[in-house]
Each structure stands twice: as structure tokens, then as C-alpha cells.
T-cell receptor, first 112, second 117 residues
Framework: QKEVEQDPGPLSVPEGAIVSLNCTYS??????FMWYRQYSRKGPELLMY????GNKEDGRFTAQVDKSSKYISLFIRDSQPSDSATYLCAMSGAGGGNKLTFGTGTQLKVEL | GAGVSQSPRYKVAKRGQDVALRCDPISGHVSLFWYQQALGQGPEFLTYFQNEAQLDKSGLPSDRFFAERPEGSVSTLKIQRTQQEDSAVYLC???????????????FGEGSRLTVL
């Protein structure tokens, strides 16, 4: 079983919908939690970065971390066609810095 | 350039050939990482450099894989005697800080897509 589990999708939603993306993990040492967006044939780019449990909001994006359940989420409000991409969760331990463990990625399509 | 640059973007190799993939990190970035991304999967850690020192190579899948960063800037990932299972996108990433919790944002290149026939 992988340390980080993520539903690969694909997930298709209409424009304007609220999107919920999730990951579960098994390694309790993970302290830093990230969401990356990856467009086709491009490298991942950082969207959200959270330390330990809690919520973080940035524009239309909200990241949530529940360490007691080993569960993290990314919410996208008012989704746009330009949000169509693969969303990767990633995490690292206290001393791990950017040695990241990624999920499989969820492919999202926002339709007009 | 402003971002992480990788070359070649696409490489087709016959099984058994050696390949070399190059990464130019963002100028001044201390930390450099190589990740491997198989089709439909997330990136997997291969190796890490702090300046010219290779501090972690625990993710390299076999002794056919070798990475170097001799002057602390450009890095090369070399794969000897390529096998079909080596087919993947090889991503290079750099960050400003030293290894640790606060290395700062990781900036990825667009990757080198290797296909082994």
C-alpha cells in the first residue's frame, strides 16, 4: 500500500462548481502538506502549502489538513476551465524539506 | 532564464543505450532535486543535491542511475544501459534554501520525457 493515496479520477465538473480533492496518508511523521497543479506536459507548480493541521485560504483555493484522520483536502470555488489540470497532493516529514512524497494525482476537467 | 530548464525535452533511446539528462536550476538556488514521474503517477524522489554535494540518493532505482552537480549549478542525470521500465518523465526541481523544513518553494522544470524502445 502506498504512503499517500489519491483518487486518480478523472473528475468532470461544470464551470462555477465547487471542487473537492482529497488525499489520505499513512505516515504519521508527515508535517508539511502541499497541493501542486500540473498542466499536461508541464512541471508541477505549487498551489498551497500548509504546516500541520488546520485550514489555509488563498483566493478561490482552500486547503485543509486533519492530522488526526490523516486526511487532507483542497477545495476550489467558482471553478474555471483554466483549472483543468492534474492536482497532486504532496507531503514531507519534519526534517524532510522538499523530499516530497506525492499522491497519484487527480485529473480535473472543468467544462463550459 | 527565469525558471528551471531541462534538456532534452524528449528523448527516445533503444534498450541498452546510455542517456544523459541535463538540468539548469534557477540561478542561486542551493537545493536541487530529481524526481521520476511514470505515466499516470505522481513524481517519485530520486536524489537531492545541496550545492555540489549529493546528500541523498536513496531514491535511485538501481546502480544504472547516476547524478552529478560538479560545480553546484547545472546537474546531469545519467542512465546507463536503459531498460523499458526506465520510460518516464524525469523532473528536476530547485529551491533557494538548504535541506530542511524551510527550504522554500520547490520550482520544477518541464521535465525530460524518456521513451525506451
Amino acid at each position: 500500500q502506498k504512503e499517500v493515496e489519491q483518487d486518480p479520477g478523472p473528475l468532470s465538473v461544470p464551470e462555477g462548481a465547487i471542487v473537492s480533492l482529497n488525499c489520505t496518508y499513512s505516515n504519521s511523521a508527515f508535517q508539511y502538506f502541499m497541493w501542486y497543479r500540473q498542466y499536461s506536459r508541464k512541471g508541477p507548480e505549487l498551489l498551497m502549502y500548509t504546516y500541520s493541521s488546520g485550514n489555509k485560504e488563498d483566493g478561490r483555493f482552500t486547503a485543509q489538513v486533519d492530522k488526526s484522520s490523516k486526511y487532507i483536502s483542497l477545495f476550489i470555488r467558482d471553478s474555471q476551465p483554466s483549472d483543468s489540470a492534474t492536482y497532486l497532493c504532496a507531503m514531507s516529514g519534519a526534517g524532510g524539506g522538499n523530499k516530497l512524497t506525492f499522491g497519484t494525482g487527480t485529473q480535473l476537467k472543468v467544462e463550459l | 532564464g527565469a525558471g528551471v530548464s531541462q534538456s532534452p525535452r524528449y528523448k527516445v533511446a533503444k534498450r541498452g543505450q546510455d542517456v544523459a539528462l541535463r538540468c539548469d536550476p534557477i540561478s542561486g538556488h542551493v537545493s536541487l532535486f530529481w524526481y521520476q514521474q511514470a505515466l499516470g503517477q505522481g513524481p517519485e524522489f530520486l536524489t537531492y543535491f545541496q550545492n555540489e554535494a549529493q546528500l541523498d540518493k536513496s531514491g535511485l532505482p538501481s546502480d544504472r542511475f547516476f547524478a552529478e552537480r560538479p560545480e553546484g549549478s547545472v546537474s546531469t542525470l545519467k542512465i546507463q544501459r536503459t531498460q523499458q521500465e526506465d520510460s518516464a518523465v524525469y523532473l528536476c526541481a530547485s529551491s533557494l534554501g538548504r535541506f530542511g523544513p524551510n527550504t522554500g518553494e520547490l520550482f520544477f522544470g518541464e521535465g525530460s520525457r524518456l521513451t525506451v524502445l
